[in-house]
């Protein structure tokens, strides 16, 4: 079993900044890579940014100088520092990790979800 704990989300003015978490914990050999998704209200689920082994990076557009993927690749968690966020922000904000399990499947998980909410 693993699991994908996020944490961090909450209501912020427009132009503030937050901080998501995301630890992965469990059955674990490996992990590929990290990233989380955003899903607004009546919109389908978009990559935000990701992570990957060997330390590459991938952002949307829309994302790009504003916030920023990091990874802590000992306590298997991700963050992601988003800056100057704007109204259209909002949305419920998902952890994404490919895991290794021990049975050497390579998997996809999914966190609960964290509600990010910015206010104009």
């Known amino acids: 079993q693993v699991q994908l704990v996020e944490s961090g989300g909450g209501l912020v003015q427009a132009g503030g900044s937050l901080r998501l978490s995301c630890a992965a914990s469990g059955s674990i050999l490996s992990i590929n890579s990290m990233g989380w998704y955003r899903q607004a209200p009546g919109k389908q689920r978009e990559l935000v940014a990701a992570?990957?082994?060997?330390?590459?990076?991938n952002y949307a557009d829309f994302v790009k100088g504003r916030f920023a993927i990091s990874r802590d690749n000992t306590k298997n968690t991700v963050f992601l520092q988003m800056n100057s966020l704007k109204p259209e922000d909002t949305a419920v904000y998902y952890c994404?990790?490919?895991?290794?399990?021990?049975?050497?499947?390579?998997?996809?998980?999914w966190g609960q979800g964290t509600q990010v909410t910015v206010s104009s």
């Open positions: 992570s990957v082994s060997g330390g590459g990076t």
């Open positions: 994404n990790a490919r895991i290794k399990t021990p049975q050497l499947l390579w998997l996809t998980y």
